[in-house]
T-cell receptor
Framework: ELKVEQNPLFLSMQEGKNYTIYCNYS?????LYWYRQDPGKSLESLFV?????AVKQEGRLMASLDTKARLSTLHITAAVHDLSATYFC????????????FGKGTHLIIQP | NAGVMQNPRHLVRRRGQEARLRCSPM?????VYWYRQLPEEGLKFMVY????????ESGMPKERFSAEFPKEGPSILRIQQVVRGDSAAYFC??????????????FGPGTRLTVT
């Protein structure tokens, strides 16, 4: 059974600081997703990482994937209040015809 | 191009009633996935459907829950004889053909079910 673990589960940080969220998963996968969810809202796709060594950046967020270590990171640079949300990683097992397995999410609060 | 649509957005049912949740995939998508999100938790996969076929229902509770995706019309997740533990947000996602290139699942706004 595929397991996906995120840490930390809760993070409070100040604006302007950098931090990293980690996502470990237990079985082979070539496809990993990062989503953002605001309270009471749906999931917004941030990144789709498809291969080992993939790195993608959008604004203050950068995601990377190491399939050998079964690890993805979401790095936040110079955080701003608008990035406060819950961030989920999700992994797709197999050849792309399965439901996603989600981590529990990282609840991020960025204080002015 | 409209995104994934779900209705209703909020649904209140009394214990023992039936709940029907609808999902219309994005235009051109023929693959639908249902997920459930309990309070303060991540999403849990329930079922994956293509038109007229259930591909994977490994995440569906064995009783009271069923899903369909008919040839015409939206996908429907049906919960019979609801109990308080069914209160959750139910999200639908759709995709084009999986396993090719950079396909991904696009999520709808969700249906928030409250059982009183």
């Amino acid at each position: 059974e595929l397991k996906v673990e995120q840490n930390p589960l809760f993070l409070s940080m100040q604006e302007g600081k950098n931090y990293t969220i980690y996502c470990n998963y237990s079985t082979t996968s070539d496809r990993l997703y990062w989503y953002r969810q605001d309270p009471g809202k749906s999931l917004e796709s941030l990144f789709v990482l498809l291969s080992n060594g993939a790195v993608k950046q959008e604004g203050r967020l950068m995601a990377s994937l190491d399939t050998k270590a079964r690890l993805s990171t979401l790095h936040i640079t110079a955080a701003v209040h608008d990035l406060s949300a819950t961030y989920f990683c999700a992994v797709e097992e197999g050849g792309g015809a399965d439901g996603l397995t989600f981590g529990k999410g990282t609840h991020l609060i960025i204080q002015p | 191009n409209a995104g994934v649509m779900q209705n209703p957005r909020h649904l209140v049912r009394r214990r023992g009633q039936e709940a029907r949740l609808r999902c219309s995939p994005m235009k051109g998508h023929s693959h639908v996935y249902w997920y459930r999100q309990l309070p303060e938790e991540g999403l849990k996969f329930m079922v994956y459907l293509q038109k007229e076929n259930i591909i994977d229902e490994s995440g569906m509770p064995k009783e009271r829950f069923s899903a369909e995706f008919p040839k015409e019309g939206p996908s429907i997740l049906r919960i019979q004889q609801v109990v308080r533990g069914d209160s959750a947000a139910y999200f639908c996602a759709s995709s084009s053909y999986p396993g090719t290139g950079a396909y991904e699942q696009y999520f709808g706004p969700g249906t928030r079910l409250t059982v009183t």
